[in-house]
């Protein structure tokens, strides 16, 4: 159905195939030139906006809402969505969606890479390669750590926690995981849950998969940091402020951990000069779910979403299903 009075905004550059679809249909204002948008410059294009498509740059708060007064639904394209003030969206009526399960599969698959990575010195010794340092071989060079029999342990063992678990039974590796409460035997895969602190001094390696939220934040600080075994390889891939990256810096300058694989960072895109002087870790971008049929499946599940909303529809991942009554129309 075209809709060519509904306005929607879409926040970075997006597969201009998929958003040339949206323009079938919508009244679109795109961002093909990915231009950073400031809070303002976002809110300014909210302010007519029945719909937005963003992504985890952008935050969403009660005082842009306040400002886009038609705005129906903020549809998330990534499964995390602490930049968007869900309660405040509630509030004033606006569904928010995300996008799960579609990144389920790249994500642990990522989180594979930056486990190899750093455990079996890649990257650094890449880096040492390129620099020109190679002029002879030594039996000794750059031994890692071996992944095959040790324990994984995982923070956080939902959808995607639970698929990397899925990728240790090729390694042979033990699994243990924390969770608020311990899975059904189906769901856990033959993983042990434990408590956090038994999950800290029992990984050989450990890989912390839980979403960002107060509750969350510094989940892994340096209190956790003095649990962990020296030779343990620890790598996040939730979200910058789950580990504290301060702590980690120091924990692995003082030998408290073998070395790190990092995705996320607290302050992102900035890193800390702390983590950037550091050979033992593995640093990617926010990359994570990034292939190229994943994040055309992330952009395609948020813009039905988008799409159901606007519809009078329930959309397939409502974050809010409380509004829908009360929701703005
Ligand atoms: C997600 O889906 O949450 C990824 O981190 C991309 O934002």
Redesign the pocket.
């Known amino acids: 159905m075209s809709e060519p009075n509904l306005k929607i905004a879409v926040a970075r550059r997006i597969f201009p195939a998929l958003i040339d679809e949206l323009r079938r249909r919508y009244d679109v204002r795109d961002n093909q030139d990915d231009a950073s948008l400031t809070a303002p410059a976002l809110a300014a294009r909210l302010a007519d906006a029945d719909g937005a498509l963003i992504?985890?740059g952008e935050r969403i708060d009660a005082a842009l809402l306040a400002v886009a007064p038609r705005l129906k639904v903020v549809a998330n394209i990534?499964?995390?969505y602490n930049n968007i003030d869900l309660a405040a969206c509630t509030a004033a009526g606006v569904l928010v969606t995300n996008?799960p399960d579609v990144?389920n599969e790249a994500t642990a698959d990522h989180a594979w890479a930056l486990l190899l990575a750093a455990a079996r010195r890649v990257t650094e010794s890449e880096r040492w390669l390129r620099a020109g340092h190679w002029q002879r071989w030594t039996f000794e060079m750059f031994m890692g750590a071996d992944l095959h029999g040790a324990t994984l342990g995982i923070l956080g063992m939902g959808r995607i926690g639970r698929a990397i678990a899925r990728r240790a039974q090729g390694f042979a590796m033990r699994v243990v995981y924390h969770n608020r409460s311990p899975l059904p035997a189906e769901q856990a895969g033959g993983a042990t849950w434990v408590t956090k602190d038994e999950l800290l001094r029992s990984a050989d390696h450990l890989i912390v998969v839980v979403p960002y939220s107060a509750a969350t934040h510094h989940a892994i600080g340096a209190a956790e940091l003095t649990l962990t075994k020296p030779t343990a390889v620890l790598v996040n891939i939730a979200?910058g402020g789950v580990v504290d990256d301060d702590a980690l810096a120091a924990a692995l300058r003082a030998g408290r951990l073998a070395a790190a694989g990092l995705d996320?960072f607290e302050g992102e895109p900035i890193v800390r000069p702390a983590l950037l002087e550091l050979d033992n870790v593995a640093l990617t971008p926010?990359i994570?779910?990034s292939t190229r049929a994943t994040r055309e499946a992330?952009a395609r599940l948020a813009m039905r979403n988008l799409e159901a909303a606007l519809a009078g529809e329930r959309p397939p991942s409502l974050l809010n299903p409380e509004v829908w009554d009360n929701r703005r129309r």
Do not use: I, K
Request: glycine share 16%; net charge positive; proline share 0%.
């Open positions: 992504t985890a990534g499964v995390g996008t990144l979200r996320v926010h994570a779910s992330m």
